[in-house]
């Protein structure tokens, strides 16, 4: 079946992309142009589509056959203009003429299934696509061009292939094997044990470049979160006043943070209140503050954090007197770039801790799996050679799951319900 849609956002803009792929692709291009496209090249052309036939638009073609297209399949794009009327307009012409609007994720999910693209490739593309900052980019353009899985799959040859020496070992006289090795094998684990722990750290970084880090303002009213949010920002984005309580609600905005994308959360002034809507707005502050990857104190906490979580201890206002933590002020901007700074490396060893949660998607997986595997290697170096074996192998077979991994029909669903029409 022959699908199509508008590639590109909605809205106005000077230019839209139609796509359309399948069997028919050739055929749509030519009875809404009136020729057959050519494979690899470049026409401006005049659609016609609507029950007369009228012009509806003059669009850049471009054709790609089968195989040689994001899809696999035969591919048409028009670039035609943009803005709300004529892409559809081109798009309905498309569905006169048999083709069929396409679902979330459709075109990759066509492109995996002809082996175009693997599923880590399929989540790199969604990740491009949402990525915030020039660093979550790159982490996908990285996924991508395939280097995570090499990297797993080199971290995993050499498990295999220590386990296979190991084991080869168990059946020989000591006396057969050459001299050293036993230290060799020991230099091997441990080598193998810092090259997981790298790899840990990649995944987890990936996983707070894809999702974003929280990083939540906290302190009593007046204390001059606001202020200092709107100073981080670069913009007045929050309402200031020398009034204590006048920020009820919480108020986020994103924020590119030494190439973290940051989720900043502005909250109510935390304090005991009469004021019912003041009081929700503490509980959401306290709520924000429990599940920030990076609390910024303007005093000291009297609130949980989460577990791992950093706190950035700040004096603020620092232009009316200086004091304990790191000065700030959102007035003369001293001490801004040593906080973004400052929650840019908490992020950093954030992204080195051990343990996480371990949700749905292969960055996470990633780093159980990766944790299992070094986990399994410390239990090597215990000297015995059996255990030894044994634990390599299982270091092998943890990160085996991650090599000839399968994936259910939820996961690909959950996948490409996350991607726009069109992509
Ligand atoms: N001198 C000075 N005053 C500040 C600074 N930051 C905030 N203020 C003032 O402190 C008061 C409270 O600020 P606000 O940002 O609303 O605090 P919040 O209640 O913690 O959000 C306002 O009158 C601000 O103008 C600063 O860096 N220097
Ligand atoms: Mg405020």
Sequence with gaps: MTIAAIATASGRGGVAVVRVSGPDAFLVAERLTGTVPKPGRVSLRRLRGGEDGRVIDDAVVLAFRAPHSYTGEDVVEFQCHGGAVTPRRVLEACFAVGARLARRGEFTERALLNGKLDIEQAEAVLDLVDAKTDRAADMALAGLAGQRRQALRALYDEALDLSTTLEHAL????????????????????????????????????????????????????????????????????????????????????????????????????????????AAGVRRAADEVARADVVIALAPLEVPVAPGAAVVAVHAKCDLGRGEGLNVSAKTGEGLGELAKAVAAALERRAEMDGGDVGGNAAEADVAALTAARQALSEAAVGDPVLA???????????????????????????????????
Excluded: H
Excluded at 222 to 231: D, E, I, R, T, V
């Design 171 to 278: 059946d020989v006289d000591e006396g057969e094997l050459p001299s050293g090795f036993a230290d060799g094998i020991a230099r091997r684990v441990a080598a193998l044990r810092d090259r997981i722990g790298g790899e840990i750290r990649r995944a987890k970084e990936r996983q707070i470049l894809r999702d974003g880090a929280l990083v939540v303002l906290a302190g009593p009213p007046n204390a001059g979160k606001s202020s200092l949010m709107n100073a981080l920002l670069g913009e007045s984005r929050v309402l200031v006043s020398d009034t204590p309580g006048t920020t009820r609600d919480t108020i986020e905005a994103w924020l590119d943070l030494g190439g973290w994308p940051v989720r900043l959360v502005d909250t109510a002034g935390l304090r005991e209140t009469g004021d019912a809507v003041e």
């Design 389 to 423: 074996a044994n634990a390599v192998r299982t270091a092998a077979e943890r990160l085996g799951v991650r090599m000839g991994a399968t994936y259910s029909a939820d996961l690909l669903e959950n996948l490409f319900s996350r991607f726009c029409v069109g992509k």
